[in-house]
């Protein structure tokens, strides 16, 4: 199995900066990607972020384009999500997680979340 836990989250203005982190442990060995969701109230959960663990090209929703970057020390088997120019809508229940080289021998993995709120 893997484990995650994410941090980072909190309250912040609109127009302010959080930056989450994931850190990854268990059987890393088997991850291919690792990214972030998120999921507000009322909706449902969407794709915010996603890199390879080794870093890469990687995928942005059109909504956070330009102002949020994913990134990842492999290393230490960590992502992370900088998050600029925050907006009210952006306030959700984060989620970490990771996808495998082969989901015919393993799972995806999702961490507990972690919550972002930015006041207008």
């Known amino acids: 199995q893997v484990q995650l836990v994410e941090s980072g989250g909190g309250l912040v203005q609109a127009g302010g900066s959080l930056r989450l982190s994931c850190a990854a442990s268990?059987?890393?060995?088997?991850?291919?990607?690792m990214g972030w969701y998120r999921e507000a109230p009322g909706k449902q959960r969407e794709l915010v972020a996603t890199?390879?663990?080794?870093?890469?090209?990687?995928n942005y929703a059109d909504s956070v384009k330009g102002r949020f970057t994913i990134s990842t020390d492999n290393a230490k088997n960590t992502v992370y999500l900088q998050m600029n120019s925050l907006k009210p809508e952006d306030t959700a229940v984060y989620y970490c997680?990771?996808?495998?080289?082969?989901?015919?021998?393993?799972?995806?993995?999702w961490g507990k979340g972690t919550l972002v709120t930015v006041s207008s």
């Open positions: 890199i390879p663990i080794d870093g890469g090209r990687t």
């Open positions: 997680n990771t996808e495998p080289k082969d989901l015919r021998y393993d799972m995806i993995y």
């Open positions: 268990g059987r890393v060995f088997n991850i291919d990607r």
